[in-house]
């Protein structure tokens, strides 16, 4: 049986004071050292000679994988090749586009196991492998012209259009930088992904609802069905979408983690952007006499509302109330309702009824004005004016509707 490690040998130490790391083949009590492109510097090695950098022997690791698919097609256990015979066949060249994508992305997932999001690029990427056809995806066939095909074949799906294509370009970026040392001038990956340009949607048009709409969804009575003690999908969902149009815009990460409130105000950081801004995303909304009521129903003692009772996670929450507001949506004649739609709907009627500005809206909703970032750093935030704006938008849909 043939076996694969990487070495490094005592005397090969080069004039610069690093070694060359070499894949150790052996086969029948022989051995073989096959050079590579990576080298160590003492830093990187123990005192016994063993490397100990880890992204190295991340490298190592699938520099060996792919040795043992070379060696699988050998059949060692039927055939009886000699050592340099295999030798030659583990160092046959490839077209450096061959490098795996699917290897790189593994080796990614589990280094980025705590990411916020990680399961999108887990899904882009399970996507991408059903479009192609097969599970073992080279870097060469993520190409501009097979990303466009992809993307195509997604048009009934504009929100995934959108992020499977992101998702597998970032990917692509990062094993861009994980096989190429530009500084050294090893180019093994060489085409890019950075002109492609995904189709814009016009989320507001997909979203957006009709003042009618929403006064539709509000009025809309429950079905009072218990599910083990808890209330059926479809009230969830009714009571949610209604918490969010009222909250400013809430979301459902935001509903199932914000901890702080005060009997009149919820303040809490944005899920979705506080590890990227400076202020946190903090947020402050009052909870505006409309909607009091449904904010006693879902209180808790440790978090604001009591979702985490239920749901082991925020994707598990906003899972559920997707699937609700579908069966919302067939009542009340809207298609494919989503929960975002109540974000979007409280946005939109705030700018194109009740006349408030783009600006104050962009408060509302938690954004950040690029134009403004420099000045914003030197004001402090209030939430006085996106609470007043909250209350004539309510005033505005509600009055007499609820």
């Keep these: 049986m043939a076996t694969l490690k990487a070495v490094i040998k005592n005397g090969n130490r080069r004039k610069d004071g690093t070694w060359n790391i070499v894949i150790r083949l052996t086969h029948n009590s022989t051995k073989r050292f096959i050079p590579t492109s990576m080298y160590v510097s003492k830093k990187d090695i123990t005192s016994s000679f063993k490397i100990k950098n880890a992204q190295i022997l991340e490298k190592c690791d699938m520099l060996i994988a792919e040795y043992r698919k070379r060696l699988n097609e050998l059949d060692l256990e039927l055939n009886d090749f000699p050592i340099d015979a295999i030798v030659k066949q583990l160092k046959r060249k490839e077209s450096g586009e061959d490098v795996s994508f699917t290897d790189f992305v593994n080796l990614w997932l589990k280094k980025n196991a705590d990411k916020k999001g990680l399961r999108n690029y887990k899904t882009s990427v399970n996507s991408f492998k059903r479009f192609i056809g097969h599970e073992n995806i080279s870097c060469k066939e993520l190409n501009v012209k097979t990303l466009k095909s992809f993307e195509t074949s997604l048009k009934d799906r504009p929100r995934a259009q959108s992020l499977y294509i992101n998702s597998l370009k970032t990917l692509f970026a990062a094993a861009k930088e994980y096989y190429n ?46 599910v083990r003690g808890y209330s059926s999908r479809h009230d969830l969902a009714l009571d949610c979408f209604k918490l969010s149009f009222c909250l400013l815009g809430m979301n459902s990460a935001d509903l199932f983690n914000a ?83 109540a974000r979007h709907s409280m946005a939109t009627i705030a700018v194109n009824d009740v006349g408030i500005s783009k600006y104050v809206v962009n408060d509302m909703l938690n954004h950040t004005d690029q134009a403004l970032r420099v000045t914003e750093l030197y004001i402090k935030k209030d939430f006085k004016s996106i609470n007043e704006a909250n209350r004539k938008l309510l005033e505005y849909v509600f009055d007499k509707n609820v």
């Design 259 to 341: 901890k702080e409130f005060d009997g009149k105000t919820i303040t809490y950081s944005r899920t979705k952007t506080k590890d990227r801004r400076n202020d946190n995303a903090i947020m402050q909304v009052d909870v505006h006499p409309i909607i009091a009521p449904l904010v006693e129903k879902y209180r808790d003692k440790e978090r604001v509302f009591n979702f985490h009772e239920r749901f082991s996670s925020m994707e598990s929450l906003n899972r559920n109330i997707n699937i609700g507001l579908k069966e919302v949506g067939k009542v009340v004649g809207i298609d494919n309702l989503q929960f975002y739609a």
């Design 181 to 226: 040392d530009e500084d050294n001038g090893i180019i093994i990956v060489k085409h890019s992904l950075e002109r492609y340009k995904t189709v814009p949607q016009n989320i507001a048009r997909k979203r957006a609802l009709t003042v009618d709409e929403v006064r539709s969804i509000f009025s809309l009575p429950y079905d009072n069905v218990k």
